[in-house]
Structures are given as structure tokens and as C-alpha cells.
């Protein structure tokens, strides 16, 4: 079982700046890839960003140039660097943890970050 704590979110202005952390515990031997998913008052869950191990990463179009991830090297812990953010990104931001053979996946609580203008 893991459970994943997210932290970092707040309340910040439109071209500031933000680090979100997500901090995975448990009984658990390697998780396979980590990502963020938002979810915007009113819209569906998205996803924002995901590395695997061995650092492969995808980013959603709308945060490409803007934000950044990082797992940290004992893999259990990933980071989400946004910068020059939007209202635009306003939502709740969730973590999400994939473990493969077998696959499973595990879900934080979220953390709200909200963009003002």
C-alpha cells in the first residue's frame, strides 16, 4: 500500500510562482512513475505532468516552457516547479503514484493552488 501527501499549494498572483511536493509512504518496493493531475472547478481531471523512472517525462501542452518535474533520486518523493502561472491554473493539484507487475496506481488528497489576477 502507499499513500502519497501532497504539499505546497496556495494562493498566489498571475506570473508568480509555486513548488508543489508530493511525498510518497508505505509498505512498497519501487513505484514505477509519478505524476500531476489537476482538476479546475467545473472541468475533469487532466493530466499535468509524469516522469518515470530513469527520468522519461511528459507535460501537458498547456504547462510545456511554464512547469517542471523532478523526482527525487530515493523515488519517493516528486516535485512539480510552476512558474509564470495563470489563472488559467487554478484548480486542485493531485499526485499520483503507478506501480507495475502487478500495475496499481495510488492517489493523494490534492492541494489547491489558486491563481489570481
Known amino acids: 500500500q502507499v499513500q502519497l501527501v501532497e504539499s505546497g499549494g496556495g494562493l498566489v498572483q498571475a506570473g508568480e510562482s509555486l513548488m508543489l511536493s508530493c511525498v510518497a509512504s508505505?509498505?512498497?518496493?519501487?513505484?514505477?512513475?509519478m505524476a500531476w493531475y489537476r482538476q479546475a472547478p467545473g472541468k475533469q481531471r487532466e493530466l499535468v505532468a509524469a516522469?518515470?523512472?530513469?527520468?522519461?517525462?511528459i507535460y501537458a501542452d498547456s504547462v510545456k516552457g511554464r512547469f517542471t518535474i523532478n523526482r527525487h533520486t530515493a523515488k519517493d518523493t516528486v516535485l512539480l516547479q510552476m512558474n509564470s502561472l495563470k489563472t488559467e491554473d487554478t484548480g486542485v493539484y493531485y499526485c499520483?503514484?503507478?506501480?507495475?507487475?502487478?500495475?496499481?496506481?495510488?492517489w493523494g488528497q490534492g492541494t489547491q493552488v489558486t491563481v489570481s489576477s
Open positions: 516522469q518515470s523512472t530513469g527520468g522519461h517525462t
Open positions: 499520483k503514484a503507478q506501480l507495475i507487475a502487478p500495475v496499481s496506481e495510488y
Open positions: 508505505g509498505t512498497f518496493f519501487s513505484i514505477n512513475t
